[in-house]
């Protein structure tokens, strides 16, 4: 096997995946990059170590298993670089701390991942950063917002949860404008499905714990950057020292190779499971982008490749009772958090507390759900029993 060229533009998403970033001749001939456990990094010379010559320094600045990732990621995301963080939470903080400093602000999209407002609320808050949210669906009219000290905007497309769809190349376009960086979360997409700095963001994050994984079974995250800001982010990562363990590192790579077909079929599986929800009696709205029914499925339609296994919907009213008998007896179904494994999973939720720039009433109870890759008639009737027990729930109440 020959090595590839470092951009090779000219070949597929999913050849991409399978190839980039190893090279089975330095790993004497084994397909993949092994894990590589340690710190200290020997030099043949005194004038070597002094200079740092060599590929590798110490093992917090990289590794050959952890540069294959990087390098395979830069690869698929069309970054100038990335760095690898211990959770996707950990680039989300990694990321707004390569480009935000003590009197700097920031603005964050209403429907942002609840813990990246825990820490702008929290830490950055502390440090001198003032955060302000916004509605997610405001577009270019974001430049209304900025400051002349506005350093960075954060957005999440689709929004966490609640599924808001932003249109992230005209916030990109209004924000560049007045020289502030781009972020985004872009775990729901993937930059299969969403190619990130192609659509204007600087920073790209991405939890690998989701679909990278697809086994519920490590926490890593991904960041991203452009020309402009992969220098900082590099710095402050060197400073942090956030790296992640060469196990979890490991599992990214092996993961990454069969990303493209697993998300296939995690978005096949939801699209009709979300069809089948769409249809039922109970159910007053599915929020899915990729449905035509969906607010912003034409943002989604311009600007997206294609969509995940992750979704919500707003039940007509019930109590909160019909909806506890409705998960409890499910048997396919977890509960937990996280998603992007093989399991199908379903949590409630209630953005309304914490929501400040837009207001969060749907009028019924909301679920998220991760289609997994289980057959979809076995998770319909598992589905089907429980509404079965939310109706008769609601029943016994009235």
């Not at 990289?62 to 690869?75: I, K, R």
């Not at 950063?129 to 689709?158: C, H, K, Q, S, W």
């Not at 989604?300 to 707003?314: A, N, P, Q, V």
């Amino acid at each position: 096997m020959s090595k590839l060229p470092s951009k090779p533009d000219h070949l597929g998403d999913s050849t991409r995946l399978v190839h980039a970033g190893r090279d089975p001749r330095e790993q004497h001939g084994f397909v993949n990059t092994p894990i590589y456990r340690g710190s200290t990094v020997l030099y043949p010379t005194t004038d070597d170590l002094l200079h740092r010559r060599g590929r590798y320094s110490y093992g917090t600045k990289g590794t050959p298993t952890t540069e294959a990732l990087e390098t395979a990621w830069t690869e698929v995301a069309g970054a100038a670089g990335t760095v690898l963080a211990p959770s996707g939470l950990a680039a989300v903080t990694l990321a707004l701390t390569s480009c935000l400093k003590a009197g700097d602000h920031l603005l964050v999209t209403d429907s942002v991942y609840r813990p990246t407002r825990h820490f702008c609320d929290g830490m950055l808050k502390k440090f001198g950063v003032e955060t302000t949210y916004y509605d997610p669906l405001v577009g270019a009219g974001i430049e209304a917002l900025m400051r002349p000290n506005t350093a960075a905007v954060f957005t999440e497309a689709p929004g966490s949860q609640s599924f808001e769809m932003q249109d992230i190349p005209a916030i990109a376009e209004a924000a560049h404008r007045r020289g502030a960086v781009v972020i985004m979360d872009n775990t729901w997409a993937t930059p299969l499905f969403f190619p990130p700095h192609e659509r204007g963001a600087d920073i790209a994050i991405e939890a690998g714990t989701k679909y990278l994984s697809g086994g519920s079974d490590l926490l890593l995250g991904m960041v991203s950057a452009n020309e402009r800001c992969f220098k900082a982010l590099r710095d402050a990562y060197d400073s942090f020292a956030m790296c992640p363990g060469p196990e979890d590192v490991f599992l990214g790579l092996r993961g990454l190779r069969t990303m493209a077909l697993r998300l296939r079929e995690h978005e096949k599986q939801a699209l009709d499971m979300a069809r089948w929800l769409a249809a039922r009696p109970e159910v007053a709205q599915v929020l899915h982008p990729a449905l035509e029914t969906c607010p912003g499925h034409d943002i989604w339609k311009r600007d997206f490749k294609g969509s995940s296994g992750l979704f919500s919907i707003i039940l007509k009213p019930c109590s909160g009772k019909a909806v506890a008998a409705m998960l409890d007896g499910l048997a396919l179904f977890g509960m937990g958090f996280s998603w992007g494994g093989f399991e199908s999973l379903v949590i409630p939720f209630d953005c309304a507390s914490y929501r400040t720039a837009t207001k969060w009433s749907p009028g019924g109870h909301a679920l998220r759900f991760h289609i997994g890759l289980e057959d979809l008639d076995d998770l319909k009737r598992d589905l089907d029993a429980g509404f079965a027990r939310l109706k008769d729930a609601d029943a016994r109440a009235a």
